[in-house]
């Protein structure tokens, strides 16, 4: 027994139809009575369970179970009930009485038809994208200096947080039956928490940033910049033989520009203390990022490209950021 996906409906002789309570139906088809009386032999209870699962991703037209390509000739109506222990489908005679009206069945075609329109419009529309994005971010040294020894602004790995906020577009640019060109574009709002290992405080000084020994115990301190940016990534999404969606990946750029910077220390006491300044941070950063879709989970990595601080005015380090978005 196989399954295949016609275009538009059959005009069989004889059929058997399936009616469910969300008005889905399920035809049959067969060359003649015999081929129906056959089906006893077959388990109508997994054909019922593996064709639902089909009916959700039709892209367009009746889905039919065919036996060496023959129709059925008389329509016989099917009475599907789940219970707890299953699916039972019981054959309700052939009387007048239990068949579907052609109106019926007309107007059951056209809400299916307008469903699967509205899906594949969906799929390969504009679609538009929101979420929220976690992570964590590091440094990565790109070259040292002896004003800016890498022990004054080491990182606490887990307490170094990235947090953002997206929304943009995602039109298909290339649409094919198993896989699809997409690109994502957009707007996010982002804070990157640098929080240091030690008790080692961001101060700003005419010639520089730096990063001296507190002379106390601190509960954390950090630096934390608030960036505001447009992220443009190409993403190939491809699907399986019923047209579900797989996976996807991306690999593109973003741009930033600084909206806000300060440090904050929490004392050991609790007390906390909180500093707005640039500290000498470069406003534009810029740099490249990569996506790998898993269901409704966008995992990411974000590299800058450009430095941190401004040359001469602070470490030479590029930012780090990975996680995932929902």
């Known amino acids: 027994m ?60 009746p889905t039919a179970i065919s036996q060496d390509g023959g129709r059925f000739l008389k329509d016989t109506v099917l009475v599907v009930t789940k219970k707890q222990d299953g699916v039972t489908v019981v054959i309700s005679g052939t009387n007048d009485s ?19 329109e509205r899906a594949k419009r969906r799929r390969e529309g504009n679609n538009f994208d929101y979420g929220v994005s976690i992570g964590l971010n590091n440094f990565i040294q790109q070259s040292t200096s002896v004003a800016y020894p890498e022990d ?5 790995p887990l307490g170094s947080r990235y947090f953002a906020l997206s929304a943009g577009a995602m039109p298909t640019i290339i649409r094919g039956k198993y896989a699809s060109l997409k690109l994502y574009y957009g707007v ?9 290992e030690g008790n080692n405080v961001a101060e700003k000084t005419p010639t520089g940033v730096a990063f001296p020994d507190a002379g106390r115990d601190l509960q954390k301190s ?8 447009v992220p443009v990534v190409p993403r190939v999404t491809f699907y399986n033989s019923d047209g579900r969606k797989i996976c996807h990946i991306g690999l593109g750029g973003y741009v930033n520009y600084r909206l806000d910077s300060y440090r904050k220390i929490k004392e050991a006491d609790g007390s ?51 996680g995932v978005g929902f």
């Open 2 to 61: 196989t399954l295949a996906t016609q275009a538009k409906p059959l005009s069989p002789t004889d059929s058997l139809v399936i009616r469910f309570a969300n008005r889905t139906r399920l035809v049959i088809y067969g060359p003649d009575k015999a081929s129906i009386q056959a089906l006893s032999n077959y388990d109508l209870n997994k054909i019922v369970r593996e064709m639902g699962m089909k009916l959700d991703s039709v892209p367009g037209g």
């Open 188 to 196: 996010e709002v982002a804070w990157n928490n640098f929080m240091f």
């Open 222 to 229: 950090k630096l934390t910049v608030c960036t505001i940016g």
């Open 272 to 322: 906390k203390d909180r500093r707005h300044s640039d500290y000498y941070l470069n406003n534009i950063r810029y740099g490249l990022m990569a996506h790998l879709g898993i269901r409704s989970f966008d995992f990411f990595v974000k590299y800058d490209l450009s430095p941190l601080f401004e040359v001469g005015k602070g470490p030479d380090v590029r930012t780090l950021t990975f």
């Open 98 to 116: 239990a068949k579907t009206p052609d109106s019926q069945k007309d107007k059951d075609d056209q809400q299916y038809k307008q469903a699967s």
């Open 152 to 156: 004054s602004y080491d990182l606490r």
